[in-house]
């Protein structure tokens, strides 16, 4: 569960794209903030989960299972994020997710929820080229996930913890080009997890994110996003989601709303994983400049 919210919260799953005015968005586009000033943005999901991976020993009768009879396990984050410009070419960003996990199960007597602050991620950014026309651009990405979430799952399988006890960190590179109304990223990154509580090492995962946005007018947007999360093993862990949406856009302020749908996905490693159809997710932006 955790892995799959990597991606949604890097921020890496920063999934923030900028408009094809070249908005200053950190993180899956590769433009920074002007030095001196500050952007705070919001994002949010709620995710209702209706697979779990039930994992064997023969491969052959490992996968994915359909809750039934009511069962009902659901994560919802509300990440408020800070930016502040440090220069034109060096962006600092903090986020501060509030997150919910809720848990109805039948063979529970009552329904388990735990409500509180997530692991709080610090991710610069430095801007590395920027074409003579202002694009292509190239950033560098880096990051660290401080372990400052509970530990603590609302399931047996700790599946629903706020955090899984470890500190880690990301690096990554992220490209942005605009051609006429249309505005593309590549990002990709890789975090290097640490020990969780419990003492067993965290997988690594690749984070890989596509987005284009396609300009209607001044004021709209539409947003076509993929995301995926792999492990170095294939096989034992990997996450394909498609995203399309649509932002408005004003003088400082920028709103937004997607639909995350599941492609493909796959757990394994003797790790109970968790997967959705489809979940909504908001986004907003204010810049102070």
Known sequence: MRLAIALLVLT?????????????????????IPAGTFMLDVWGTYQN????????SDPNYSGWVGFTNGNQIVATSFVPRIYYGVTDWLTIRAA??????????????SAKSNTGLGDIIIDPKIQLYRGEGGFPRFSALAGVRFPTGD???????????????????????VITHVYES?????????W????????????????LLLSLESKVDEQWTLLWEFKGV????????????????????????????SAIASMT?????????????????FRAYYRFF
């Open 230 to 257: 792999y492990g170095r093993d294939a096989a034992d862990f990997n996450r394909n989601y498609v995203c399309p949406g649509i932002m408005w856009n004003g003088e400082h302020t920028s709103i937004g709303l």
């Open 96 to 109: 501060l997710p509030i997150e919910d996990r809720y848990a109805d199960l039948e063979s529970w007597s």
């Open 12 to 32: 890496a799953l920063s999934f923030g794209a900028p408009c094809a005015f070249a908005l200053p968005i950190v993180g899956a586009s590769a433009n920074t």
């Open 192 to 207: 290097l997890n640490g020990d969780t509580k419990s003492g067993t090492d965290a997988k690594d995962v690749w984070a």
């Open 265 to 281: 996905a796959h757990g394994g490693g003797g790790v109970s994983y968790l997967d959705i159809d489809w979940a909504p997710y």
């Open 49 to 56: 989960f209706v697979y779990s991976w039930d994992e064997s």
């Open 182 to 190: 249309l505005t593309g990223h590549v990002c990709a990154t890789y």
């Open 151 to 173: 530990t603590e799952g609302v399931d047996r399988f700790r599946t629903l913890a706020l955090s899984d006890g470890s500190t880690d960190y990301m690096i990554g590179g």
